[in-house]
């Protein structure tokens, strides 16, 4: 199954990287996709073009990374797109960074993405809570990333 902007971007970097990096589940339902892409990646597209200007632009630093979250019914391969997605970043035993991931097309194709900074070689954990309207509760998510 493509996932447009994941595809796009991560064959822009090695294979290692992408095996690292990359991740799926399934909870209650609904398949979850993540990947994470650095900004370095993403500066390669030019200016005006949706990569480029996703989220209002890439922000500087040097450990800025795009995590990108696709969400899809698992019954119906359908994309959702009606979801509010969260995501909370963490070195393990540390505070998370927390922020609302927007949706964006690439391709005409829904995805969810926001940057992130992962500045030390650790391990983190990635917990990805998507809220869709009239559902009882949320999906949550947890994946574990080690950068390096």
Do not use: C, W
């Not at 993403?42 to 979250?69: C, I, S």
């Not at 922020?99 to 983190?124: H, N, Q, R």
């Amino acid at each position: 199954m493509g996932l447009g902007i994941v595809a796009s971007l991560l064959l822009a970097t090695n294979a290692a990287f992408a095996a690292d990096s990359t991740g799926y589940t399934t909870v209650d339902g609904t398949l979850i996709y993540y990947a994470i892409v650095p900004a370095e990646v993403v500066r390669t597209f030019p200016r005006g073009t949706a990569e480029a200007e996703m989220h209002g632009g890439v922000p500087d630093g040097r450990h800025v990374h795009h995590l990108q979250v696709a969400a899809i019914d698992a019954e119906t391969n359908e994309r959702i797109t009606d979801a509010q997605v969260t995501a909370s970043i963490a070195e393990l035993g540390l505070s998370p960074q927390k922020i609302e991931l927007e949706p964006f097309l690439i391709d005409d194709v829904l995805t969810y993405g926001g940057y992130f900074e992962f500045s030390k070689l650790a391990t983190y954990s990635i917990d990805i809570q998507i809220e869709r309207p009239g559902a009882a509760a949320a999906t949550p998510a947890r994946f574990d990333y080690r950068h390096h």
